[in-house]
């Protein structure tokens, strides 16, 4: 408790959780996932209900562990922010599988999944007017229970064509080593330009999810 940052450490051993802060439970947990001396480190959610403030402290505090104690750690969140400067390698899954991984620099400069360029899309950006709606992901997750056939986020897709909606795209690295990804439209590419231009001039994809420009945006709507 004393490495993980918590002051007066015995005294706070006899505490109740309801009287430490949320980021001082969160460091308790910390150094019990810590105490049997891991080698690699699940860190699920570990800045979830934390102000900001306290999400850079438990994220500094991780990474120092993780330095001291010659330790890996595999960080599962759902903020890109969260990663960007503290990973090495970046997975995206949607559906429960991996759709595109790649070191991170490369993750953010060169995405080629379509919901990876949707995640980083829908994340405010400081340079944009109060009120700014945000970029939400049309649609819903698919239902994993009975998944449908092809490529699983294809029904939220602005790229999707028919191809999409009857194969399941396999995790392939064409271009650079250690970027693989899951689409046979991917951003970026002539192949992705294609098949959006095309998708933009139908106003739907072939899912039939509504699509359209405004402002150099491509705006997808929920179908009725």
Known sequence: MESVGIPEAKRRMREYPHQLSGGMRQRVMIAIALACGPKLLFADEPTTALDVTVQAQILDLL??????????????????????????????????????????????????HPYTEALLKSIPKLGQPSHTKLEAISGRPPDLVN?????????????????????????????????????????????????????????????????????DVVVTEAAS
């Open 63 to 112: 990474q120092a562990q993780q330095r001291e104690r010659y330790m890996a750690m595999v960080l599962v969140t759902h903020d890109l922010g969260v990663v960007a400067g503290r990973a090495d390698d970046i997975a995206v899954m949607y559906a429960g599988r991996i759709v595109e991984k790649a070191p991170t620099r490369t993750l953010f400069t060169q995405m080629r």
């Open 147 to 215: 998944p449908p056939p092809g490529c699983k986020f294809a029904p939220r897709c602005p790229y999707a064509q028919p191809n999409c909606l009857a194969d399941e795209p396999p995790l392939v690295d064409p271009e650079t080593p250690g970027h693989a990804y899951r689409c046979f439209h991917p951003v970026g590419t002539d192949a992705g330009r294609e098949a959006l231009e095309r998708n933009l001039a139908a106003g739907r994809t072939a899912a039939g999810l509504p699509v359209r420009k405004a402002d």
